[in-house]
């Protein structure tokens, strides 16, 4: 059975940090590519960063470059989303999200075949 299930999320102030975690199951984490995405009631998901399956090649958002670091430990098989300086406006449910397709990066959110539950990263002052 796949699982993806996500912890970290939190409520904290703005310039605070967290770090997410995904730890996944049911598929082989070390060939697939990953990927973070976000979402707020009433719009559609955000892609956020993607990391291949080597963890050679990352990619982010503009909107949170400089900010966010996408990572993978495939030995634990889990990925992470380090966020830094955090604003009021990333505010939302952060999912991560796993591919089959290896040596990659994948920014669609319809191009990833298992998602996990979500967390919640609050960030208000």
């Known amino acids: 059975q796949v699982q993806l299930v996500e912890s970290g999320g939190g409520f904290v102030q703005p310039g605070d940090s967290l770090r997410a975690s995904c730890v996944a199951a049911g598929f082989t984490f070390s060939t697939s590519a990953l990927g973070w995405f976000r979402q707020t009631p009433g719009k559609e998901r955000e892609f956020v960063s993607a990391?291949?399956?080597?963890?050679?090649?990352?990619y982010v958002a503009n909107s949170v470059k400089g900010r966010f670091t996408i990572s993978r430990d495939n030995a634990k098989n889990t990925v992470y989303l380090q966020m830094n300086s955090l604003k009021p406006e990333d505010t939302a449910v952060y999912y991560c999200?796993?591919?089959?397709?290896?040596?990659?990066?994948?920014?669609?959110?319809?191009?990833?075949?298992?998602w996990g539950q979500g967390t919640q990263v609050t960030v208000s002052s």
């Open positions: 999200a796993a591919s089959s397709k290896a040596g990659v990066i994948i920014t669609h959110a319809h191009a990833y075949d298992y």
């Open positions: 990391i291949s399956s080597t963890g050679d090649t990352t």
